[in-house]
């Protein structure tokens, strides 16, 4: 199986015969090309034009976060798989109004499904949570009935911003209220938490559309305009609960996390090197994580689960069959 690979020292990065080679301060190394799905660079890091056609020969994604850990970009090679019919079913959906809406709610109502899933199992482990289930199930009632996607899009803060105070129900450890949301900078630790995985949730289904006949440039929540990709941070609504959040309740509730993993930087609260690796490892374990999928009847990971919402999103939009989001049974 393929496998990421994450870069957080400075060096380079240089194609080397038939694979690839990083040269960093304090070691070096050789990649074997054939074996690497994506690259997540966090470090300084210098590339080149040949090894930037090498990756791209291979498929390889390039995820850039600066020192911060803010995600910055992707090189998303050159498209293998797109389909010019596919293209242009995806941009007559978005250019259709009510095409567009009702794919956009399905994933706001999909999100928010997975919004209570986590709360129920928390709430069934002692939390007080059962007031904000029944605010949040309400606030859904609405999703039906939004007129265009700016209501949509309120309706769906709403609800985020109610789940989000849940958190300090959830979390047992001091120092990591959530207080309000923030994000740059992101004003305290738990914040910065969510912050880093969101970003990673976008980069890695970004890597997953690229494995698609989709463009990741007509989303539908999301509107198309001066950013370069937005089916990526539709898709992930479905799936930051899933995983990203789920991480982040793990590494706290275990202590895994403590107050040398962050650092204080530009007016905020910021991952460290030590904190990014160990959030990364835990965000791994969620997305590998196995679960009986009813429809296959066989194991599949989280992972595998995202490049089939997005082969159910395909088959929706060039051969009209209903789209439902993933619910996760947890």
Known sequence: ???????????????????????????????????????????????????????????????????????????????????????????????????????????IKTAAMNMLVILKYYKNRKAD?????????????????????????????????????????IINKPGFEFEKRS??????????????GNSMMYAEVLSEIYNTQLDPRIGYLHSTNERRFTLNLDVAEIFKPIIVDRAIFTILNKNILNESDFMKELNGILLNESGKKKFIQEYNNKLFTTINHAALNSEVTYKRIIRMELYKLQKHITEGKEYKGFVARW
């Open 183 to 196: 994000k740059r900078p992101p004003l305290n630790k738990l914040n910065s938490l969510i912050s880093f």
């Open 1 to 107: 199986m393929k496998k990421d690979i994450y870069i957080f020292e400075n060096g380079e990065l240089k194609r080397k015969d038939n694979t690839i080679y990083f040269e960093g301060e304090e070691k070096k190394k050789f990649i074997p090309i054939e074996q690497t799905n994506n690259i997540w660079i966090y470090g300084e890091v210098n590339l080149n034009k040949r090894f930037l056609d090498y990756a791209s020969e291979k498929g390889v994604c390039i995820h850039f976060f600066n020192y911060y850990g803010y995600y910055t970009g992707t090189f998303y090679p050159r498209e293998h798989l797109n389909s010019g019919f596919v293209i242009l079913k995806q941009a007559e959906f978005y250019l259709d109004n009510n095409k567009r809406l009702n794919i956009a709610k399905e994933f």
């Open 129 to 169: 949570l059962e007031e904000e289930i029944n605010i949040i199930t309400e606030k859904m009632k609405m999703i039906n009935g939004a007129k265009d996607i700016n209501e949509l899009m309120a309706y769906e803060g709403n609800i985020r911003e109610r789940y989000y105070k849940c958190f300090d129900k």
